[in-house]
């Protein structure tokens, strides 16, 4: 279920409207692929108004009907809706009571000690004394005497505003608040959806709420009040809620809500909770006796940083409930920036209540094997003994940039199945679902391409947004981790290499738990945890590291520097492909003119080379941002939504053919051999089916060495004449392993290497935006003998040009 998240619509100004404040976070949804631009539920959680005005609501109905609606993936549902009151909906002019007169109180009989109790019970529950204690502006302590029916004045705009929402869509098994009602234990609401097995109860943390008491609590009848509901109408459902307040972990600060009325909620059943009030976003995982819960807050989507000095204004986020974890996107604005940026998201594992273990997960020895082949390629043998568990259990998890992966059937446990899922994180997972809750011994393999950087060189690629040394730079550590997702009573992980890539007298143990600092998580060491791993080297090409009773949540880790330099481009290289890129792609008069003389001059020297244009051939140039990580698509003959594609180092072909920095090929229907790449699957933003049947993927030298700069890579689908067709059997020819040395396809993939290569340089020497590189491209020609180009016939007697 997906889920937009607001929360506190009150404005930062009072010539703001809901329609102004809109505009961005409905231009933040734009950018969103088209299916992520619609809601299964949309959630405001409190504050809905920014002083209880009609006039307030009446806009606010106006822009949930125009603006909201229309994001549910059914506009007219509107019980897929979920408003809840927040503080500011509580209305502070409404007459709370009379003022109790102290001196006639005495005089009366008994008085003294009618007193003495009303100031005992103000004294034990100011919020439920039945009076409050106001100081006048000129010092004086007054009191009022509460009266329970003027109470629900309080709540009368919100009220008012909820019931002509609604109207009637929410029917049994739905429920609007009643926040009119003198009883107490009726201000809930429910809206329950049996298609998704998903049952959404809204709750009013203000229900004590006055001018004089700013106190946050929800009515411990409603609760249970609601569960009564959910077990009747949501039995086995994933139940969630959403109220208005904060969680605060003193008891200090009255506006929020206490660890008790928490733990209320998750004792009757509830697994998500959503909030706002905070005016920031927060997302966390809370642990209760055996259950688990999942807190969402968001911040203000009106108010901006000037409203809480320690807030984040102009947030909202967007929610992702799956049945067993829950993934949250904040999207915020600061300054005056209009512009909304994404957080890093976060995924949250989640219990479901139909699923609630009736043993302990628990199993015997752990162990991985991994081995790392020289093709980057990763191959992981698992083997869990006595694994005993009665529900679905995470059992690895690649993130990117790894390009690809496939698993075989567990070995030896009947009924025991493993699903493969890509989250929007990008992150594959294997998932374990076990049949019933009887005991196996686990025995299982995966494999997946360019999950381990083999070079100095590549490490900075996979390390974007990883930590940074103590200088500035990319760190140039490998971490190879694995997170403990249930207990165990010995954790072995052995890694293995084709060659000898590790550097050996770098090589550590690392034991690390998540931490959150400041509403962000990290990963820290833990020393006393790194003390009892057992780290053994035994080769160049095998490292092992063990560890007893591993606590689970944390993370055990191998890092390590690689031995070898790889292929990492100089700083002229570096410089020519980032002046190329900002030209092609920022520069809107003379980039597309670039852009043009690149693809033409490429274009005119494979034409020389094999007498065949190659302007029936969809291809493109891709240059190496190095800022970015990825290859981005600057010059060629391609379909303009290809513009959109990018590859960071090593996924698919042409981030294949730039990792190990030859041709790479693919085609499809042809078998793969186990030293070719695992393909790439369709990239997250791709909604069109592929056109292309091979690929060929030729790197661009950037300097003196060979290493690469780019790639141009070849496509095309069905049968074609002349270069096509040559391309589309050399990819066979590639893939079956007949391109081997001294091989006519040998002598194809250097010629066309050279003629690429040669047209490309060609092109730079000519560029106006590399004229101050020009020396430096004429030089690199002459040693790699880029000067000229070969005809056809020079291409029967095996003469060419070598690189």
Not at 28 to 53: H, M, T, Y
Not at 204 to 218: E, K, M, V
Not at 238 to 249: D, N, P, Q
Not at 730 to 756: H, I, P, R, Y
């Amino acid at each position: 279920m997906r889920i937009l998240h607001l929360s506190d619509l009150h404005r930062a100004g009072a010539t703001e409207t809901l329609k102004a404040i809109w505009n961005g976070p409905q231009a933040a949804l734009r950018k969103l692929p088209e299916a992520e631009q619609r809601f299964d539920l949309i959630v405001v959680s409190g504050d809905l108004a920014g002083a209880a005005r009609p006039a307030e609501y009446d806009e606010l109905h106006e822009f949930a009907v125009t603006s909201l609606l229309p994001l549910l993936r059914e506009p007219d549902a509107r019980a897929r809706v979920v408003f809840v009151p927040g503080n500011h909906d509580v209305d502070w002019s409404a007459e709370l009571g009379r003022p109790l007169q102290i001196s006639d109180l005495l005089q009366r009989p008994g008085g003294s000690e009618q007193l003495a109790a009303l100031l005992r019970r103000y004294r034990d529950d100011p919020a439920r004394s039945g009076v409050r204690q106001v100081i006048s502006k000129y010092g004086h302590i007054e009191w009022i005497a509460l009266d329970d029916a003027r109470q629900a004045d309080r709540f009368a705009g919100v009220q008012r505003f909820l019931d002509s929402f609604y109207g009637d869509t929410l029917r049994e098994p739905g429920r609007r608040f009643d926040l009119a009602a003198a009883q107490e234990g009726l201000d809930w609401s429910a809206h329950v959806f049996p298609a998704d097995r998903v049952a959404v109860y809204g709750f009013n943390s203000c229900f004590l709420n006055d001018r004089h008491w700013t106190g946050a609590a929800i009515s411990r009848e409603s609760i249970a009040n609601a569960a009564a509901h959910a077990a009747e109408f949501a039995d086995g459902f994933l139940r969630v809620a959403v109220w208005h307040h904060g969680i605060h972990t003193d008891g200090y600060r009255p506006d929020y809500l206490n660890q008790a009325d928490l733990g209320a909620l998750i004792v009757a059943g509830f697994q998500v909770g959503f909030h706002g009030h905070m005016h920031k976003a927060g997302a966390q995982q809370l642990g209760w006796l055996t259950d688990r819960f999942v807190l969402v807050g968001t911040g203000s989507l009106g108010a901006n940083q000037n409203h809480r000095p320690d807030a984040i204004g102009k947030q909202f986020s967007v929610a992702q409930i799956h049945p067993h974890q829950v993934h949250v996107q904040v999207f915020e604005r600061t300054g005056d920036v209009p512009v909304y940026t994404r957080r890093p998201p976060r995924t949250l594992p989640l219990g479901n209540q139909g699923e609630r273990e009736q043993h302990e997960i628990a199993a015997g020895e752990h162990t991985r094997k991994i081995h790392v082949d020289r093709h980057g390629i990763i191959t992981v043998s698992v083997r869990i003994s006595e694994l005993r568990t009665p529900v679905a259990i995470p059992v690895a998890e690649l993130s990117p940039p790894v390009c690809e992966a496939r698993h075989e059937s567990p070995v030896g446990s009947p009924g025991f199945e493993i699903r493969q899922s890509t989250g929007q994180d990008g992150v594959i997972r294997f998932t374990l679902y076990p049949p019933d809750h009887r005991s196996t011994d686990l025995v299982w393999r995966y494999q997946a391409s360019n999950a381990v950087p083999l070079t100095q060189a590549e490490v900075p690629r996979y390390n974007l947004a990883g930590r940074r040394d103590l200088d500035g730079a990319r760190t140039s550590v490998v971490v190879r981790s694995h997170t403990v997702r249930f207990p165990c009573r010995h954790l072995t992980l052995s890694y293995s290499f084709d060659d000898p890539v590790v550097a050996m007298d770098s090589v550590e143990k690392w034991a690390l738990r998540c931490v959150t600092h400041n509403g962000d998580t990290h990963w820290e060491r833990v020393d006393s945890e790194e003390r009892r791993c057992e780290l053994v080297k035994r080769s160049p090409t095998e490292i092992s590291l063990a560890i007893e009773a591993p606590i689970v949540g944390h993370r055990y880790a191998i890092a390590y520097r690689p031995s070898l330099p790889g292929h990492a481009l100089d700083y002229t290289g570096n410089r020519i492909a980032a002046r190329l890129l900002d030209r092609c792609i920022a520069d809107r008069e003379l980039g597309a003119m670039l852009s043009y003389q690149l693809a033409e001059t490429i274009a005119a020297a494979i034409s020389a080379v094999f007498g065949g244009s190659p302007t029936g051939i969809s291809w493109m140039g891709l240059l190496w941002d190095d800022a970015q990580g990825r290859l981005l698509p600057a010059f060629g003959n391609f379909a303009s939504r290809e513009w959109v594609c990018s590859y960071p180092c090593g996924t698919g072909v042409a981030g294949h053919a730039f990792r190990f920095n030859r041709p790479a090929a693919w085609c499809r229907g042809t078998e793969h051999s186990r030293d070719a790449l695992v393909y790439q699957r369709s990239p997250a933003y791709q909604h069109w089916k592929p056109e292309h049947d091979w690929i060929v993927c030729v790197p661009l030298v950037g300097d003196d060495h060979k290493n690469p700069l780019g790639v141009v890579q070849f496509e095309g689908g069905g049968k074609q004449h002349g270069l096509g067709d040559r391309l589309r059997e050399f990819a066979n020819a590639a893939l079956a392993q007949a391109a081997t040395k001294g091989s006519s396809w040998e002598v194809f993939q250097q010629t066309l290497s050279s003629t690429v290569n040669t047209g490309f340089w060609h092109a730079c020497a000519l560029a106006d935006c590399l004229v101050d590189f020009r020396d430096d491209i004429h030089r690199l020609m002459t040693q790699l003998e880029l000067g000229g180009q070969s005809s056809e016939a020079s291409l029967t007697d095996g003469s060419m040009i070598r690189l």
